[in-house]
């Protein structure tokens, strides 16, 4: 069973930053892609960035349009980590943030979750 903790959430002014971690129990390289999602209060999941194997020594990241050019997600494979850094952050960048990991075999996806971290922007 592979997990995934995040952590680096907290409370920050408009216009401040953070840096959040995810750690995977098993080596970042076996997963085909891995992101962060965000979900406000009343609102669904959306993924707001992901790195993707190329499937040869490549990845790819991706941004949601609302965070392109304020985050930038990472990862570091000697810590089995992935980092999602929020720069420039605004009220509406508000929820819980939460890691993913997606593993395809067979013709199957297997998605893996953190159990999440809050990122509070004050105004």
């Known amino acids: 069973q592979v997990q995934l903790v995040e952590s680096g959430g907290g409370l920050v002014q408009a216009g401040g930053s953070l840096r959040l971690s995810c750690v995977a129990s098993?080596?970042?390289?076996?997963?085909?892609?891995m992101g962060w999602y965000r979900q406000a209060p009343g609102k669904q999941r959306d993924l707001v960035a992901a790195?993707?194997?190329?499937?040869?020594?490549?990845?790819?990241?991706s941004y949601a349009d609302s965070v392109k050019g304020r985050f930038t997600i990472s990862r570091d494979s000697s810590k089995n980590t992935v980092y999602l850094y929020l720069n420039s952050l605004k009220p509406e960048d508000t929820a819980v943030y939460y890691c993913?990991?997606?593993?395809?075999?067979?013709?199957?996806?297997?998605?893996?979750w953190g159990q999440g971290t809050q990122v509070t922007v004050s105004s």
């Open positions: 993913n990991a997606v593993v395809r075999f067979s013709g199957q996806k297997l998605d893996y």
């Open positions: 790195i993707t194997s190329d499937g040869i020594t490549n990845y790819v990241e």
């Open positions: 098993r080596r970042i390289f076996t997963f085909n892609a």
